[in-house]
């Protein structure tokens, strides 16, 4: 049994999830398939622990046959009732896979933000312990602008309504990179997307250096909490249970 891991960059990795994942004993199995196509992703999900779909450069909508191959997937997935993680295009790949609405977000986000929780985010398993308003890392400029039909929006923040939302009991997507480390955050601030949006925002680089300092802790608190949960409740735990 493996936790199936489809990435789409190289700098957009599992960070502190595959930390946490791997502390858990699970088997991550990496996938790359905007490098390697649609062959890299699975063509069913015998022995499939799980399911996550990371960021990338890339955005719904895209003409790429990979894209649609790893929604489908995604729903696949979600219909059999494996779980089913998204962070940042992984979030939005999710939604636009359950039917709901994905595009340019109004105002991009990059770099510290606030998300305050839901009603339903406040009594979530995947959200215990996390503060009703939590310092989360932001890199996206386009954002899901509706839920799936049934979904339970559980967090917003003023720039983007559908900041994390989960589907039915084992599918949750995250619009914020809850995942991400220092060195991770570093990488965004070198890449193409974060210098531009930089750029349209009007900060530099130095900017959001210091916001991270400044909530470094709080950061790391809630991307810890966030992954150890998803890594305790969410996947169902087959593998440690073995002898």
């Known amino acids: ?17 595959g930390e946490v994942l791997r502390s858990y004993a699970f088997v991550l199995d990496e996938r790359r398939p905007d490098r390697d196509g649609a062959g890299a992703i699975p063509r069913d999900y015998d022995g499939v622990q799980g399911v996550i779909s990371l960021g990338g450069p890339q955005n719904v909508g895209d003409q790429t046959e990979w894209l649609a191959v790893e929604q489908a997937y995604l729903r696949g ?56 308003e939590a310092a989360v890392f932001q890199s996206h400029g386009h954002e899901v602008r509706r839920a799936p039909a049934g979904a339970a929006v559980l967090a ?69 909490r966030l992954c150890e949960n998803i890594a305790s409740f969410l996947f169902p735990p087959i593998k440690k249970l073995r002898p």
């Open 1 to 17: 049994m493996a936790i199936i891991v489809l990435r789409h960059s190289d700098v957009d990795g599992l960070g502190r999830l």
């Open 156 to 224: 917003s923040s003023k720039a983007c309504k559908v900041q994390a939302f989960r589907a039915g009991q084992r599918t949750y997507g995250f619009q914020a990179h809850i995942e991400v480390t220092p060195a991770g955050i570093e990488g965004y601030l070198a890449g193409e997307f974060g210098r531009g949006v930089c750029a349209r925002l009007s900060l530099t680089e130095g900017d959001v250096r210091r916001a991270v300092a400044e909530r470094a802790d709080a950061l790391a608190r809630v991307s810890t």
């Open 77 to 132: 997935a979600h219909e059999r009732r494996v779980p089913v993680v998204g962070v940042c295009l992984g979030h939005q790949l999710i939604a636009a896979a359950l039917g709901g609405e994905v595009g340019p977000a109004e105002a991009p986000e990059f770099g510290v933000s606030t998300v305050e929780l839901s009603a339903a985010g406040q009594t979530d398993t995947v959200w215990a312990g996390v503060p009703w």
